[in-house]
């Protein structure tokens, strides 16, 4: 037998005797054992029990989040539980204190953006827009590999920028499979496919605040400051920023994998045999038109974007395109991890421990804006190796506390160098996908991953710094 086979079958019983369970347990109490210890140690600095407190759950969450003892989104529910209990009792802080600010971030307008958004995506995909998406493509970019690898990543990145990057990415794959089987897993071309479309929904992900839930956290958390950036706003730094990685990634792809030359006959490709009724394809199309260009338009009607994302919520239920089994199966585990991560934020500059970690990173021998940037590159890297939700819930409520200009920028920054993270199958689901169809290696995302890690933050910083300068 062989060390594969060995593996294998103890994997089996492994599994077949449940004792994940056990692990679980086992790593989550050593993630508290360990934070106790920290938290006693940091204790006798004397910063008081409202700054130990959260000192405490801040260690613990980080641990959860990196070890995923529980996962992403139960560690969200618990930030918010255990918020409640510390704040809003006197058991373990001598006074309460109001807990709304914590509970209110289910309803904060980032939640709402974000449940706007997954509406959108759901119908998208039930209406088969990825089939329609993909023949545009060919349409418009032929048949030259070069070319429709191009116009592939662009169309995967704009869809990601409305969409989440994991729907975008299983929409894609899905549509590109049966031309992979065409062409055969070893084709350069393939690769090029299966590396490009993941990394273009990861990075696309970037141009909106709804493409990906740290940008939804950099805007939560700056709206706490007293700064509210629109949908457009944010479109000026993130839209050019993503579509400039990714065409710059795409130069690196095409010339490392030289996918010139290859030959393949799309009149070979599957006809899709799914019926769609054309007025739900047109309700989708209106809704996606209007709830955008409210969201857009945001400094001109003065609508708040949760009042206009209750606009797809409304039509595509009433037009039957979303049922009730569709709304079961969004993922409202982003939601509560979001959720969980913004209270966090709030707890850590509300006590005063942002304030603190800040005061003695500000000690540090070193410009503010070579503390802005290694923020960048912890986000990066800390996302390669956990959910860059939870990197963002982490350094984001830091960033903020840097002085101004950078405690606007900083976040933004953090935001998007937390979705460059590329490096491994795990560091971002649409790796995840792109990796779960078994037509491609681990070592293949290195090239688009080592780019990321150098070139995200670098980028990052720069359009990040250039759009404050004209925002103020």
Known sequence: MSSNDSRNAALRIYDKLNFGWIFNTSTFLGNLIISLILTYLFRQLGYGDAVDFVFLISILSIGLWITEAVPPFAVGIFIVCMMLFGFGTDYLIDESAPVEIYTGTWTSNVIWLLLGGFFLAEAMKEVELDRKLFSFTIKRFGSKPEKLLLGLMFVTALGSMIMSNTATTAMMISSITPLIRILGVRSNFSKALLIGIPTAATI??????????????????????????????????????????????????????????????????????????????????????????????????????????????LLLTMTQVIKSEQVRSLPWDTLMLVAGGLALGIAIVDVGLANIIMDQVNNLPVATFVIAILFSFIGVLLSNVMSNTAAASILIPLAVSLPAPFGIAAPVIVAISCSCALLLPVSTPSNAIAYATGMIEQKEFRLGGIYFIIVGPVAAFASSMLWVWFYN
């Open 204 to 313: 696309g992900g970037i141009g909106t605040i709804i493409g990906s839930t740290p940008n939804a956290i950099a805007v939560g958390a700056l709206q706490e400051k007293g700064i509210s950036i629109t949908f457009l706003e944010w479109m000026l730094v993130g839209f050019p920023t993503a579509l400039i990685l990714i065409y710059s990634f795409y130069f690196v792809l095409n010339r490392k994998l030289k996918i010139q030359g290859t030959d393949f006959d799309l009149s070979l490709l599957p006809k899709s045999e799914k019926i769609i009724e054309p007025i739900k394809r047109n309700a989708v199309l209106f809704t996606l038109f209007v709830t955008i260009a409210l969201w857009a338009t945001e400094p001109l009607h003065g609508i708040p974007v949760a009042a206009t994302s209750a606009v797809p919520i």
